[in-house]
């Protein structure tokens, strides 16, 4: 009876230790996301449209006119308070903004 508890208290020990190594990309600090290139072009963030033009909206003044999706980032497109257009691109790794403009 001492050898089946002490089999069942290893696999319970076991079962959980093996499933705080599985921590989903989301919940894994960023420097750790970072340094591994199969998640290079993944979004690990879960970021959408809507998050993506909201995280635009955040750090730059103006109105959204659209988001397209690629592969690898978010093309969020705005109006800029002054009547200039420019393009944001979020990319879906790191949540990353680059900014391009609009001519």
Do not use: C, W
Not at 44 to 65: D, F, H, I, M, W
Not at 76 to 101: H, T
Request: aromatic share 8%; glycine share 6%.
């Amino acid at each position: 009876m001492k050898f089946l508890i002490g089999l069942l208290s290893f696999f319970a020990i076991f079962s959980t230790h093996g499933a705080a190594n599985n921590i989903p990309a989301q919940k894994q600090p960023q420097h750790k996301r970072m340094h591994n290139p199969a998640l290079k072009n993944v979004n690990t963030l879960g970021l959408n449209k809507r998050s993506a033009a909201r995280k635009v909206s955040q750090e730059y003044p103006g109105k959204v006119l659209n988001v397209k999706e690629s592969s690898q980032f978010y093309k969020v497109r705005m109006l800029q308070p002054q009547g200039k257009v420019v393009d944001f691109k979020v990319l879906k790794s790191n949540g990353a903004i680059k900014k391009e403009s609009k001519d």
